[in-house]
């Protein structure tokens, strides 16, 4: 089957099977490998991209579920050279350690924030859910809190 | 700690390498020599003569590059290796690149791996075994084989004192009136400068001074400071290549089905039941089970779960957790007992003691669930291998790789990539091997193999399950007089040995090091002192898990001394303290950590505390768990204060990350951690049944870094022993109740 999508504003048209997760389309057939793969069942995160502005996890999307719309991933986040300002939080806390997860943090943070500017503690642990091994919650906490600017 | 102790005494003629780059320019390398060659057959050691260790080129158009041989798996040792070079270098820590070079046969070895990386302990012993059970005879002046602390200085002074030197001749003047600053040497008396890019071809050519001028710690400008980590940006924007990012031209993907049942063989397997299916290339027979090969990874998945393939059970179908925890207690009675250590006579001083007290602690297998599933991605042409991957141990893999592909160790080439957590995992060989064999079925393609979350949670080298029996006997005053510790696991030596060594480096698993670290080497004062094991056999294999023996052994101990002063009546604190009087480190620790914490400042009535110290990787830790447990009984975890002595700093801010990374690590692990059997079978699968700490149950982290001037310790680990019996203090603190059995989960009053 041919379907259609807008990725980070670029329109794509791909040949292929309608059950591929969104993820790996992004990964083997466009390239974009900041989305990562994480569990394969949207237990984690690490796949987290926006679909029509809304953070979802692409591991379990089926491209036919998703045809028509517009995704952003992590690498159409920044604006030229001028990274978005959760990606530069994450910078000047030195969020990341590995760094795997991030991707999807990001993202997923990214929306949360577009939806709800100056969240409470409480607020962000219930919306972000993802999971990183290395155990950079508190830098993370501390980025949304610097974005947001309530702290 | 016999075996690090007998690393120290291997000794070596160190050289620094320096020499013109490829395409010009200045390289000065740290290499190892040998005299001798290795054992005939094995490519690795199979050449006498220098194996080259990190090395930085200057490039004639400026450019600093760091090339290390090992991989960067989010402990900060590419930010931290590259301030040691530039604060003797000279430059600024921007200027430096980091690279992995290419492994290739004559790079893959073992000594690469000893060296600079404190993190990499585990790694160390099983070096030092390679090193000690080869015929390799290495003499020379004895240096430091520890870590890079002086090697990778030494390198950045010595290519600093060669550029300088060059500056020197081009002007004609003397080297003594000439300083390197960032990045150029410049003569004061004439006011002349030339940039390092400038004098780099030159420098080549000077011979490298043999003792080459290190600045004094005092007079460090960038290690020591909280320098941004170079390998952050490129984590922010998707950009950061990890092995699962690998992509080649005309590539392939590989999905793997592996036996269900821990020992279960690959009986039989139907092909042509996948065959015809979209994207499939072909099936292949792998260690441990079946791999289909497809045009791309979602129909590789698809067609794996298609598959029509029968595995045996081993022999193994009526394990359990239950009859393996049974196994494990008859054999704390009747099983062969090995000493491993006997100070004074502890029946003599239990049997003269006020009170005694004994307690059974037990824990379970445990996965390492990297977020970054194993993968690795293999081309196979003619007699040549290449793979990449991110992976911990990259000798092992060029042996992994060799021999799935059926080639030369010395005609493997391995690019290492970033690894989305290694924790001990990435020390395997066995996702190299697999990947080369599949390469080698579909030769000439390359293919990218990567593991369903599945598959990684059911086919781990897991940290073993460990009963721990104490008996100890307190004197009159309530001071500790007898302590004994029987410990029944599985050998992490022999297990790993027999997967990953060949067979003459597979020791006997006899005093294995790795298992008894943190209980048969406490601080304490302990006069009458036994420590004892009990060697298991299980078919469920058992491997490195981040801090190894240290994540148990440290809940036993610490838990168990919790549970003396209680019946000593005496705090918790003074009672550590007083068993430390010949250990100023680890009682400076202890007294910051009271004072950071308020210790003696009481909590409210649903609240509780627990204190735990451990020593681990040339660090001292400890760590103070503040609870609170709702009317419901549901469990919180408010607050954790940590302090470590980790000698020098390198870099503080990484130090602060890795014991907030740690913490985070065994503090899932105690809450939630557990891989158990039924059937033979492991039952867990994915995050949503192997839970860990997310946000929502993430505490409050304060760490407080030691000033202190011992040579640096490792950080990567140190964080994650001492959070469990912290924990597990503070609830016996809020509410009487001693936890011996992790995790927490299970637990029927708790809810976590």
Redesign the interface.
């Known amino acids: 089957m041919v379907y259609t999508l807008k990725v980070n504003g670029d329109t794509k048209t791909l040949n292929i099977d309608g059950d591929t997760p969104l993820l790996w389309v992004l990964r083997d057939h466009l390239g974009l490998t900041g989305t990562k793969f994480g569990c394969g069942v949207a237990a984690c995160g690490a796949c987290t991209v926006h679909v029509d502005g809304v953070a979802m996890r692409s591991c379990v999307l089926p491209i036919e579920s998703v045809s028509g719309s517009d995704i952003r991933t992590i690498e159409g986040l920044a604006r030229a050279d001028v990274l978005h300002k959760v990606q530069q939080a994450w910078i000047d806390n030195q969020v990341p350690q590995c760094g795997y997860c991030q991707s999807g943090m990001i993202m997923a943070v990214v929306a949360f924030l577009e939806e709800n500017p100056q969240p409470t503690d409480e607020e962000i642990d219930s919306a972000i859910t993802n999971i990183c091994r290395c155990g950079t919650y508190s830098r993370i906490r501390k980025a949304i809190h610097q974005v947001a600017n309530t702290e | 700690m016999a075996t690090q102790s007998k690393a120290m005494k291997i000794t070596k003629r160190a050289l620094l390498v320096g020499g013109l780059a490829v395409g010009g320019g200045l390289a000065v390398g740290y290499a190892y020599l040998r005299d001798k060659p290795g054992t005939a057959g094995f490519g690795a050691f199979g050449e006498p003569g220098a194996a080259l260790n990190a090395w930085v080129k200057i490039t004639p158009d400026g450019r600093i590059i760091l090339a290390v041989p090992r991989a960067?798996?989010?402990?900060?040792v590419y930010t931290a290796l590259a301030m040691l070079i530039a604060e003797e270098l000279e430059v600024a820590l921007n200027q430096i690149e980091v690279e992995h070079p290419d492994v290739d046969g004559k790079y893959a070895n073992a000594f690469i791996l000893t060296e600079d990386m404190p993190q990499f302990r585990p790694v160390i012993w099983l070096v030092t075994r390679v090193a000690s059970a080869l015929p390799l005879i290495i003499t020379g002046g004895s240096t430091t084989i520890r870590d890079g602390w002086e090697a990778m200085r030494r390198v950045g002074a010595s290519a600093r004192m060669m550029l300088v030197d060059a500056a020197a001749e081009r002007w004609g003047v003397t080297p003594e009136d000439c300083t390197a600053k960032r990045g150029a040497v410049t003569h004061a008396p004439s006011g002349r400068v030339l940039r390092y890019a400038d004098l780099a071809e030159a420098a080549a050519l000077i011979k490298p001074p043999a003792d080459p001028q290190l600045k004094s710690p005092a007079a460090f400008e960038l290690v020591g400071t909280s320098a941004?980590?170079l390998?952050?940006?490129?984590?922010?924007?998707?950009?950061?290549?990890?092995g699962?990012?690998v992509?080649l031209p005309g590539m392939s993907?590989a999905a793997v089905r592996q036996s269900p049942f821990c020992g279960g063989k690959l009986v039989s397997y139907d092909a042509d039941s996948v065959l015809a299916l979209?994207g499939v290339e072909a099936v292949v027979p792998v260690h441990g089970g079946v791999a289909v090969v497809a045009q791309?990874?979602?129909?590789a998945k698809?067609a794996i779960d298609a598959l029509d393939v029968t595995f045996d059970d081993g022999g193994n179908g009526a394990l359990s957790s239950q009859s393996i925890s049974d196994l494990y207690h008859k054999a704390l009675d009747s099983g062969d007992v090995i000493s491993v250590r006997e100070d004074g006579n502890f029946t003599r001083a239990l049997q003269s003691s006020e009170k005694t007290l004994e307690a059974i602690y037990e824990v379970p297998f445990l996965a390492h669930?990297?977020?970054?599933?194993m993968n690795c991605t293999a081309l196979v042409k003619g007699d040549t291998a290449e793979i990449w991957l991110g992976i911990q141990a990259p000798t092992m893999s060029n042996w992994g790789a060799a021999e799935g592909a059926g080639v030369e160790t010395d005609k493997v080439t391995l690019h290492v990539t970033?690894?989305?957590?290694?924790?001990g995992r990435r020390q395997e060989m066995d996702i190299a091997r697999q990947a080369a064999e599949i390469a080698r079925a579909v030769e000439g393609r390359p293919v990218k193999l990567?593991w369903?979350?599945?598959e990684d949670v059911k086919h781990d080298s897991y940290r073993p399950v460990v009963l721990s029996k104490f008996e100890a006997g307190l004197g009159e005053s309530g001071t500790l007089t007898a302590w004994k510790n029987r410990l029944v696991l599985q050998s992490i030596e022999l297990d790993y040995g027999k997967r990953n060594l060949p067979d003459m480096l597979v020791g006997n698993g006899k005093a294995d090091p790795a298992i008894l670290r943190g209980a048969a080497d406490l601080p304490y004062a302990l006069p009458h002192y036994t420590v004892e094991t009990v060697l298991m056999d299980l078919p469920v294999d058992v491997g490195y898990w981040r801090s190894v023996a240290h994540s148990h052994n440290a809940f036993f101990t610490e838990s168990f001394v919790d549970e003396l002063a209680h019946l000593s009546q005496q705090d918790p604190y003074a009672f550590r303290r007083a068993l430390l009087s010949q250990a100023p480190r680890h009682l400076n620790v202890l007294d910051l950590l009271a004072e950071k914490a308020d210790w003696n400042k009481p909590l409210e009535k649903g609240r509780g505390k627990g204190m735990a110290l451990h020593d681990c990787f040339g660090s001292v830790v400890g760590q103070v768990a503040e609870i609170s447990l709702s009317e419901q009984g549901v469990l919180r975890v408010d607050r954790v204060v940590c302090v470590v002595d980790c000698g020098m700093n390198v870099n503080p801010?990484t130090i602060v990350?890795q014991m907030?990374?740690?913490?985070?690590?065994g503090l899932s692990a105690a809450l939630y951690g557990e891989i158990t059997l039924e059937s033979g079978r492991i039952v867990q699968s994915?995050?949503?049944d192997y839970e860990?700490?997310?946000?929502?149950t993430?505490p409050?982290?304060e760490t407080h870094i030691v000033s202190s001037t011992h040579t640096p310790g490792g950080v990567g680990e140190t964080g994650t022993p001492a959070i469990a019996p912290a924990l597990t203090n503070a609830i016996f603190n809020a509410m009487g109740q001693r936890i011996r059995v992790l995790p927490l989960k299970n637990s029927s009053f708790l809810s976590v």
């Open positions: 960067e798996m989010g402990q900060g941004p980590r390998d952050v940006p490129a984590k922010v924007t998707g950009a950061a290549e990890f699962i990012d992509r993907y979209p791309t990874f979602w129909q698809k669930a990297c977020m970054e599933p970033y690894m989305g957590g290694g924790f990567i369903s979350r599945e801010d990350a907030e990374s740690g913490i985070v690590f994915n995050f949503p860990v700490v997310k946000l929502a993430m409050v982290i």
